[in-house]
Structures are given as structure tokens and as C-alpha cells.
């Protein structure tokens, strides 16, 4: 016979406890807000998803000011600038300089296990390892969902309000009627090889190389441990590529006539990495949001992916506190629209940034040329550089 489900109570319901749901569950908690985060995996397994490093200096405030700063500021590395790389020459960007910016080089990783480590000091509410499997009646005023745990033992949360902060294969956005949606997305016919790998850092700044062969971004972790990736066939496998070879291909990529040459070391982690523009509308039916990845991906180049998931964040914690603190939903009814603003500006930086940067196996020799124009009208105007700094290090909130 089915177990009859254990109840839990609750204000705020969040399925998905990566970045997104454990930076909202500890604002809600630091606003006196109860919560309840529920994560499908371990939290080894996401501590060791290796993803994108760059924060926007919004991002890093909104660590500092809740409490989070210990390792993102003593750990971090404040970035000034990144290099354009294309016909085998360099041309920097000083964001200092063009918008009196910066950002922060700190692992997506590292976020988490320090959210983690915040919510267990705080005595926060999150249980690991739970794959929910229902999410019922978003569209009263008493939402539920229910779960199981890793021992079996089924649960169902009544909330007044639940988050979708599931990530990119989100249950939880399944949840909306088809009738109330639209799905906006593109695919792309690349993905990216990454690595992480013991060598000493090759430039002082990341690199975004075009190249003819494709992409290539050198990124960097530590003084140690280097971040790169390659465009690659999204069907490669990792098995097939040596160190050397891997080497080979990152090489050709970034060279030139300055004689620029990679560091190199041995390679601990490779993966494939997917690539995707999708974005859903609305972000909310009833009493069901969406926050993070769930709602919306980006391919990575240009980093929006974690930035835009806190943005969403930032946004959906001050309607939930006002709604809390004076009963009023203007603000959570305003949620989707205002959240779209930001992402569709990512979604057009990210989506640009990919398209100027790549070669697409059998690309039309006037839409490469055409890539270079790109690159050089941007490169060589300050106006140009401006734009993309801007974007870059994040917009200003709207
Ligand atoms: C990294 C990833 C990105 O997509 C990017 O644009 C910059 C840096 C990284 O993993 O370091």
C-alpha cells in the first residue's frame, strides 16, 4: 500500500537546492521567512559539477552583503579586463578603464559549497538526495509538493508560495499548464570540450580566441589549475582525446605571429558541455516560480548562466519579502516581466557573444570574414568595447 506522506509546513517551498534555491532559502532565512530546500542529488555530486567562474559584481554584493563573503573575496580574483583574440592577435578589453568595472573569477562550485556551508551554520532547511515526484495545486493558496528521500520515506510540503529552482531539466516548469506558455529557443550546432588542469596560468587575463579552426576560451581557476575550453562536435567523446592532443587543438587555436604559446600540464577533468538558448513564459503560474536554470539557459560563453540565476534571486526574494511583510503581491505578480527584462538582455549578450566567437564546421567564408568585421568594428571603437564591457561585467539593475 502507498505510505500516507509525512507533512511539513512551511512559507516558501524550493525544489532544487544549487546556487538559485540555497541563496533564496538563506536571504528568506536572514528575513526571518521560513523555507524548506529540496535537492535531487548529493551534495558531493553538485559540489564537483564543474561550471562557469565569472561573477558579476552584483553577484559578488549579494554574497558580501548576506553573509557569504568569507572565500569569494579572500579566494576570488578580481578581473579587470579579457583578451579578444582573433587572426592570431590579442586586443584587450580594460573594463576598469570603459566602465569602471570589474569582475570576479571564483568557481560556481565553490558558490555552492559555500551557500552549503551557510545554510548548515544557520540551521536552514535542506534536504539532499530527495527526488520530488508530484507538485500539486499551484494554483490555490495552499501549493504542495511531495517527495522521497534517500531511505524511501515519502513527504509532502504545504506552502504558501513554491520555487522552481531545478535547473535546466526542471521538473518543476512541467508543472505549467501548455495553454498559459511559450518556450522561446534556439540550438547551436557546437558544444565545448572542457578541461581543468595542473599548469601555471598562460596570460594574466582570460582569452577568447576565434579562430578558424573554432573557439577557444582560456580561463583560469587558480595559480595552479586552469580552466579551458574548445568548441567542439557536441557529439565528441572525452575518451578519444590525449592530453596532447587536447593540447594540439587548444594550441592551434590561440596562436599567432606574437609566437603566444599555452601553458600546459596534466588534465584531471574533461567533459562536454551542451549548448542552449531557452527561455520560458511566463516564469510563474499561480503560486508556482520559476528561478535560475529552470526558467532559463544560456550558452556559456560570456558567463550569464549563475548571474542571471542570482538576478532572479535578487528580484524574487524582495516580492517575497514584501508580500511578507505588508501582504501586498503587487511585486510577486510583477516577478516574471521584471525578471525577463534582464534575461533577454543576457540571452542577446550570450547569444551574440557565441555567434562572433565560433565557427560552425562548414561555415560560409563570408559569414567567418563577416565574424572577423564583427570582432574588429567592436575591438577597435571604444564605443564598441564599451558595449561589450558593460554587458559583460552586468548591467546596472533596471
Ligand atoms: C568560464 C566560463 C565561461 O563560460 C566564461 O565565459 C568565462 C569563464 C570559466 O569556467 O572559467
Same mark, same amino acid.
Given at each position: ?32 521567512? $521560513? ?20 561573477? $558579476? ?102 506552502? *504558501? ?27 547551436? /550546432? ?38 579551458? =575550453?574548445?568548441?567542439?562536435? +557536441? ?33 584531471? *577533468? ?11 513564459? +511566463? ?51 510583477? =516577478?516574471? &516581466? ?21 565557427? /560552425? ?24 568595447? &564599451? =558595449? ?11
Amino acid at each position: 500500500m502507498a505510505q500516507e506522506p509525512r507533512i511539513l509546513r512551511t512559507k516558501v517551498g524550493i525544489i532544487g537546492g544549487g546556487p538559485a534555491g540555497l541563496m533564496l532559502s538563506h536571504l528568506l532565512s536572514g528575513a526571518g521567512i $521560513e523555507n524548506i530546500v529540496v535537492e535531487k542529488n548529493d551534495h558531493e555530486t553538485i559540489r564537483n559539477t564543474h561550471r562557469a567562474g565569472i561573477l $558579476e559584481a552584483q553577484a559578488v554584493r549579494m554574497l558580501a552583503d548576506s553573509g557569504i563573503e568569507g572565500r569569494v573575496l579572500s579566494h576570488g580574483d578580481e578581473h579587470s579586463g579579457i583578451d579578444l583574440r582573433f587572426n592570431g592577435e590579442s586586443h584587450p578589453l580594460d573594463f576598469r578603464e570603459l566602465v569602471d568595472a570589474t569582475v570576479t573569477l571564483y568557481a560556481q562550485n565553490e558558490i555552492f559549497v559555500d551557500l552549503a556551508a551557510a545554510r548548515a551554520r544557520d540551521g536552514g532547511d535542506v534536504r539532499y538526495s530527495c527526488e520530488v515526484t508530484e507538485i500539486l495545486d499551484v494554483e490555490s493558496n495552499n501549493p504542495k509538493f511531495r517527495f522521497t528521500d534517500a531511505n524511501g520515506a515519502v513527504y509532502e510540503v504545504h506552502a *504558501d508560495i513554491l520555487v522552481g529552482a531545478d535547473g535546466s531539466r526542471s521538473f518543476a516548469r512541467r508543472q505549467m499548464p501548455q495553454s498559459t506558455r511559450q518556450d522561446f529557443k534556439v540550438s547551436y /550546432p557546437f558544444a565545448w570540450f572542457g578541461i581543468l588542469t595542473e599548469a601555471p596560468k598562460s596570460a594574466p587575463e582570460l582569452i577568447y580566441a576565434n579562430s578558424p579552426h573554432g573557439f577557444a576560451l582560456i580561463s583560469q581557476r587558480s595559480d595552479s589549475v586552469q580552466r579551458m =575550453y574548445f568548441q567542439c562536435d +557536441p557529439n565528441e567523446n572525452v575518451e578519444d582525446w590525449s592530453d596532447d592532443r587536447i593540447f594540439d587543438e587548444l594550441q592551434r587555436r590561440v596562436a599567432g605571429p606574437d609566437g603566444f604559446e599555452l601553458k600546459t600540464g596534466p588534465i584531471f *577533468d574533461k567533459t562536454v558541455l551542451g549548448f542552449r538558448s531557452f527561455v520560458r513564459e +511566463p516564469l510563474s503560474h499561480g503560486r508556482l516560480f520559476l528561478i535560475g536554470d529552470a526558467g532559463h539557459t544560456v550558452p556559456p560563453t560570456g558567463a550569464k548562466g549563475l548571474n542571471l540565476a542570482f538576478a532572479d534571486v535578487k528580484v524574487l526574494f524582495e516580492a517575497l519579502d514584501s508580500y511578507y511583510s505588508t501582504g501586498d503581491d503587487t511585486l510577486l505578480g510583477g =516577478y516574471s &516581466q521584471q525578471a525577463l527584462k534582464r534575461i533577454w538582455k543576457a540571452q542577446n549578450f550570450s547569444y551574440w557573444m557565441t555567434s562572433m566567437l565560433h565557427t /560552425p564546421v562548414g561555415t560560409d567564408p563570408f559569414m567567418m570574414r563577416r565574424a572577423l568585421g564583427e570582432l574588429d568594428s567592436v575591438t577597435s571603437s571604444t564605443y564598441g568595447q &564599451q =558595449y561589450l564591457a558593460e554587458a559583460y561585467t552586468g548591467w546596472p539593475n533596471s
